[in-house]
Protein backbone atom coordinates (compact mmCIF):
# COMPACT_ATOMS: atom_id res chain seq x y z
CA UNK A 1 0.00 0.00 0.00
CA UNK A 2 1.15 3.55 -0.91
CA UNK A 3 2.23 5.68 1.65
CA UNK A 4 0.21 9.18 2.63
CA UNK A 5 1.90 11.51 0.20
CA UNK A 6 3.40 14.99 0.83
CA UNK A 7 1.16 17.57 -0.06
CA UNK A 8 1.28 21.70 -0.20
CA UNK A 9 -1.90 23.59 1.65
CA UNK A 10 -1.93 26.95 0.51
CA UNK A 11 -4.57 29.59 0.20
CA UNK A 12 -5.53 30.22 -3.33
CA UNK A 13 -6.69 33.82 -4.35
CA UNK A 14 -9.18 33.96 -7.30
CA UNK A 15 -7.79 35.85 -9.66
CA UNK A 16 -9.93 34.93 -12.67
CA UNK A 17 -13.67 32.92 -12.98
CA UNK A 18 -16.00 33.49 -16.04
CA UNK A 19 -18.09 30.60 -17.98
CA UNK A 20 -16.70 29.16 -21.06
CA UNK A 21 -19.27 27.28 -22.34
CA UNK A 22 -22.66 26.00 -20.62
CA UNK A 23 -22.61 25.52 -16.83
CA UNK A 24 -18.39 25.42 -17.73
CA UNK A 25 -16.35 27.72 -16.01
CA UNK A 26 -12.33 28.57 -15.37
CA UNK A 27 -10.93 29.75 -12.43
CA UNK A 28 -7.42 31.09 -12.10
CA UNK A 29 -6.32 30.99 -8.56
CA UNK A 30 -2.77 32.41 -7.30
CA UNK A 31 -1.17 29.84 -5.55
CA UNK A 32 2.35 29.97 -6.48
CA UNK A 33 3.90 26.93 -4.38
CA UNK A 34 1.05 24.76 -5.87
CA UNK A 35 1.63 26.07 -9.73
CA UNK A 36 5.69 25.45 -9.07
CA UNK A 37 4.84 21.87 -7.88
CA UNK A 38 1.68 20.76 -10.09
CA UNK A 39 2.19 18.01 -13.11
CA UNK A 40 -0.37 16.69 -15.72
CA UNK A 41 -3.36 14.60 -14.54
CA UNK A 42 -2.46 15.31 -10.62
CA UNK A 43 -5.10 17.20 -8.74
CA UNK A 44 -5.85 19.82 -6.08
CA UNK A 45 -8.14 19.36 -3.01
CA UNK A 46 -10.00 22.71 -2.40
CA UNK A 47 -12.33 23.65 0.15
CA UNK A 48 -15.04 25.25 -1.31
CA UNK A 49 -16.63 27.20 1.43
CA UNK A 50 -15.43 27.03 5.17
CA UNK A 51 -18.60 26.43 6.72
CA UNK A 52 -20.11 22.74 7.55
CA UNK A 53 -22.08 21.97 4.14
CA UNK A 54 -20.45 21.23 1.64
CA UNK A 55 -17.92 19.67 4.01
CA UNK A 56 -15.78 17.26 1.84
CA UNK A 57 -13.15 19.20 -0.37
CA UNK A 58 -13.60 18.60 -4.45
CA UNK A 59 -10.74 17.64 -6.24
CA UNK A 60 -10.07 19.61 -9.45
CA UNK A 61 -7.15 18.96 -12.22
CA UNK A 62 -5.00 21.68 -13.38
CA UNK A 63 -4.88 22.47 -16.92
CA UNK A 64 -1.95 25.10 -17.28
CA UNK A 65 0.22 26.68 -14.84
CA UNK A 66 2.65 29.73 -14.51
CA UNK A 67 4.91 29.01 -12.39
CA UNK A 68 6.83 32.56 -13.20
CA UNK A 69 3.73 34.53 -12.26
CA UNK A 70 2.24 32.22 -9.44
CA UNK A 71 -1.03 30.85 -11.05
CA UNK A 72 -2.68 28.13 -12.08
CA UNK A 73 -5.93 27.24 -14.38
CA UNK A 74 -8.54 25.15 -13.32
CA UNK A 75 -11.61 23.85 -15.01
CA UNK A 76 -15.00 22.59 -13.44
CA UNK A 77 -18.30 21.71 -14.13
CA UNK A 78 -21.33 23.49 -12.49
CA UNK A 79 -23.18 20.07 -10.63
CA UNK A 80 -23.56 20.04 -7.33
CA UNK A 81 -23.57 22.81 -4.13
CA UNK A 82 -19.68 22.82 -4.04
CA UNK A 83 -18.90 24.00 -8.11
CA UNK A 84 -22.31 26.15 -7.83
CA UNK A 85 -20.12 28.12 -4.80
CA UNK A 86 -17.02 28.50 -6.70
CA UNK A 87 -19.05 29.69 -9.42
CA UNK A 88 -20.31 32.66 -7.43
CA UNK A 89 -16.56 33.44 -6.20
CA UNK A 90 -15.14 36.73 -7.12
CA UNK A 91 -11.73 38.19 -7.80
CA UNK A 92 -9.89 38.54 -4.62
CA UNK A 93 -12.05 35.65 -2.75
CA UNK A 94 -9.46 32.88 -0.83
CA UNK A 95 -10.08 29.37 -1.37
CA UNK A 96 -7.81 26.63 1.03
CA UNK A 97 -6.24 24.22 -1.35
CA UNK A 98 -4.28 20.99 -0.78
CA UNK A 99 -2.06 19.02 -3.45
CA UNK A 100 -0.82 18.43 -6.03
CA UNK A 101 -1.98 14.48 -5.13
CA UNK A 102 -1.85 11.60 -7.30
CA UNK A 103 0.75 10.69 -10.01
CA UNK A 104 0.83 12.79 -12.77
CA UNK A 105 0.61 11.93 -16.75
CA UNK A 106 4.02 11.13 -18.33
CA UNK A 107 4.64 11.51 -21.83
CA UNK A 108 5.00 8.14 -23.59
CA UNK A 109 7.92 6.97 -26.11
CA UNK A 110 6.01 5.80 -28.77
CA UNK A 111 5.95 8.04 -32.18
CA UNK A 112 2.30 9.11 -31.78
CA UNK A 113 0.83 10.20 -28.47
CA UNK A 114 -3.00 10.01 -28.91
CA UNK A 115 -4.73 12.20 -26.29
CA UNK A 116 -8.64 11.78 -26.24
CA UNK A 117 -10.87 13.58 -23.97
CA UNK A 118 -14.21 14.42 -23.54
CA UNK A 119 -15.86 17.22 -21.37
CA UNK A 120 -13.80 18.84 -18.74
CA UNK A 121 -11.93 15.73 -19.01
CA UNK A 122 -9.64 17.82 -21.24
CA UNK A 123 -8.10 19.32 -18.69
CA UNK A 124 -5.12 17.10 -17.73
CA UNK A 125 -4.13 16.12 -21.37
CA UNK A 126 -4.09 19.65 -22.35
CA UNK A 127 -1.77 20.51 -19.34
CA UNK A 128 0.38 17.22 -20.73
CA UNK A 129 0.42 19.25 -23.75
CA UNK A 130 1.31 22.56 -22.29
CA UNK A 131 3.88 21.33 -20.28
CA UNK A 132 5.99 18.52 -23.07
CA UNK A 133 6.87 21.04 -25.77
CA UNK A 134 9.58 18.87 -26.89
CA UNK A 135 6.59 15.86 -27.55
CA UNK A 136 4.11 18.57 -29.08
CA UNK A 137 4.48 17.15 -32.58
CA UNK A 138 3.97 13.82 -31.80
CA UNK A 139 0.67 14.92 -30.19
CA UNK A 140 -3.03 14.65 -31.52
CA UNK A 141 -5.92 16.10 -29.52
CA UNK A 142 -9.07 14.45 -30.01
CA UNK A 143 -11.89 16.49 -27.91
CA UNK A 144 -15.90 15.47 -27.61
CA UNK A 145 -18.63 17.11 -26.13
CA UNK A 146 -21.97 17.01 -26.37
CA UNK A 147 -22.99 19.70 -28.60
CA UNK A 148 -21.67 23.52 -29.06
CA UNK A 149 -22.98 24.41 -25.99
CA UNK A 150 -21.15 22.17 -24.04
CA UNK A 151 -17.71 23.02 -25.89
CA UNK A 152 -15.21 25.70 -24.81
CA UNK A 153 -13.15 27.87 -27.23
CA UNK A 154 -10.84 25.04 -27.36
CA UNK A 155 -8.09 27.72 -29.64
CA UNK A 156 -8.24 29.24 -25.78
CA UNK A 157 -7.34 26.34 -24.16
CA UNK A 158 -4.93 23.90 -25.88
CA UNK A 159 -1.36 25.38 -27.93
CA UNK A 160 -2.39 26.70 -31.12
CA UNK A 161 0.38 24.42 -32.66
CA UNK A 162 -1.45 21.19 -31.37
CA UNK A 163 -3.65 19.40 -33.88
CA UNK A 164 -7.35 18.82 -33.03
CA UNK A 165 -10.30 17.21 -33.93
CA UNK A 166 -13.87 17.74 -32.33
CA UNK A 167 -16.74 15.39 -32.24
CA UNK A 168 -20.54 16.64 -31.03
CA UNK A 169 -22.85 14.00 -29.84
CA UNK A 170 -25.25 16.31 -32.70
CA UNK A 171 -22.74 16.72 -34.72
CA UNK A 172 -23.35 20.69 -34.57
CA UNK A 173 -19.53 20.98 -35.05
CA UNK A 174 -17.29 18.97 -36.30
CA UNK A 175 -17.20 14.91 -36.84
CA UNK A 176 -21.20 13.81 -35.60
CA UNK A 177 -20.68 11.19 -32.90
CA UNK A 178 -18.55 9.97 -30.47
CA UNK A 179 -15.08 10.91 -30.16
CA UNK A 180 -13.97 7.68 -29.69
CA UNK A 181 -15.12 7.12 -33.38
CA UNK A 182 -11.86 9.40 -34.28
CA UNK A 183 -9.70 6.97 -32.84
CA UNK A 184 -8.72 4.46 -35.25
CA UNK A 185 -8.04 6.70 -37.82
CA UNK A 186 -5.37 8.67 -35.98
CA UNK A 187 -3.83 5.45 -34.47
CA UNK A 188 -0.78 4.34 -35.99
CA UNK A 189 -0.35 0.50 -35.43
CA UNK A 190 2.49 0.11 -32.81
CA UNK A 191 3.61 3.33 -32.57
CA UNK A 192 0.81 5.06 -30.81
CA UNK A 193 -0.26 5.17 -27.06
CA UNK A 194 -3.63 6.53 -26.14
CA UNK A 195 -4.11 8.86 -22.83
CA UNK A 196 -7.68 9.70 -22.24
CA UNK A 197 -9.84 11.16 -19.50
CA UNK A 198 -13.65 12.20 -19.67
CA UNK A 199 -16.63 10.27 -18.80
CA UNK A 200 -16.53 6.84 -17.18
CA UNK A 201 -18.25 5.56 -19.97
CA UNK A 202 -16.14 7.00 -22.54
CA UNK A 203 -12.95 6.00 -20.74
CA UNK A 204 -14.29 2.53 -20.86
CA UNK A 205 -15.08 2.44 -24.70
CA UNK A 206 -11.71 4.16 -25.07
CA UNK A 207 -9.82 1.20 -23.52
CA UNK A 208 -11.99 -1.35 -25.33
CA UNK A 209 -10.37 0.24 -28.90
CA UNK A 210 -7.20 0.37 -27.30
CA UNK A 211 -7.75 -3.45 -26.75
CA UNK A 212 -8.47 -4.40 -30.17
CA UNK A 213 -5.60 -2.14 -31.46
CA UNK A 214 -3.36 -3.52 -28.96
CA UNK A 215 -2.14 -0.35 -28.45
CA UNK A 216 -1.08 1.51 -24.77
CA UNK A 217 -3.65 2.94 -23.22
CA UNK A 218 -3.51 4.88 -19.96
CA UNK A 219 -6.88 6.50 -18.05
CA UNK A 220 -6.65 9.56 -15.74
CA UNK A 221 -10.22 8.36 -13.64
CA UNK A 222 -12.21 10.74 -12.55
CA UNK A 223 -13.62 8.60 -9.31
CA UNK A 224 -15.16 10.65 -6.08
CA UNK A 225 -12.07 11.55 -3.89
CA UNK A 226 -13.23 12.79 -0.37
CA UNK A 227 -9.80 12.82 1.12
CA UNK A 228 -7.79 12.70 -1.65
CA UNK A 229 -4.97 10.57 0.21
CA UNK A 230 -6.19 7.36 0.98
CA UNK A 231 -8.04 7.43 4.37
CA UNK A 232 -11.77 7.05 3.33
CA UNK A 233 -11.21 4.45 0.56
CA UNK A 234 -13.99 6.35 -1.17
CA UNK A 235 -12.19 5.89 -4.41
CA UNK A 236 -11.45 2.22 -5.23
CA UNK A 237 -10.95 0.56 -8.23
CA UNK A 238 -10.96 -2.98 -8.88
CA UNK A 239 -8.09 -4.46 -11.19
CA UNK A 240 -8.03 -7.41 -13.07
CA UNK A 241 -5.27 -9.43 -11.14
CA UNK A 242 -4.00 -9.16 -8.21
CA UNK A 243 -1.31 -10.46 -6.00
CA UNK A 244 -3.10 -10.63 -2.52
CA UNK A 245 -6.67 -10.01 -2.39
CA UNK A 246 -6.16 -6.85 -0.50
CA UNK A 247 -4.96 -5.65 -3.30
CA UNK A 248 -7.68 -6.23 -5.76
CA UNK A 249 -9.33 -2.64 -4.86
CA UNK A 250 -7.23 0.10 -4.71
CA UNK A 251 -7.28 3.59 -4.20
CA UNK A 252 -7.48 6.20 -6.95
CA UNK A 253 -6.19 8.67 -5.05
CA UNK A 254 -2.79 6.92 -4.60
CA UNK A 255 -2.47 4.55 -7.33
CA UNK A 256 -4.20 6.88 -9.83
CA UNK A 257 -5.39 9.10 -11.00
CA UNK A 258 -3.76 7.74 -14.15
CA UNK A 259 -3.54 4.26 -14.56
CA UNK A 260 -3.36 1.42 -17.20
CA UNK A 261 -6.73 0.95 -18.88
CA UNK A 262 -5.87 -2.42 -19.63
CA UNK A 263 -5.35 -3.48 -15.85
CA UNK A 264 -8.75 -2.27 -14.43
CA UNK A 265 -12.37 -3.49 -14.51
CA UNK A 266 -14.40 -1.18 -16.62
Not at 10 to 38: C, D, F, W
Not at 135 to 158: E, F, K, Q, V
Not at 252 to 260: A, D, I, S
Request: charged share 20%.
Amino acid sequence: MPEIPNFISESAIVEKNEPIAQGIYLMRLHAPRLATASRPAQFLQILTDPGSSPYLRRPFSVLRANRKAGWLDLIYDVIGPGTERLSAAQCGDPFDASGPLGNPFAPPETKRILLVAGGVGLVPLAFLAWEHLDRRPDMIYLMGAANTARLPDMSALLPADLPLHIATDDGSIGHRGFVTELIAEHTLPNHTTILTCGPHPMMARVAHIAAELDTPCYASLENHMACGFGACVGCVVEYKTYPTEDRRYRCVCLEGPVVNAHEIVW
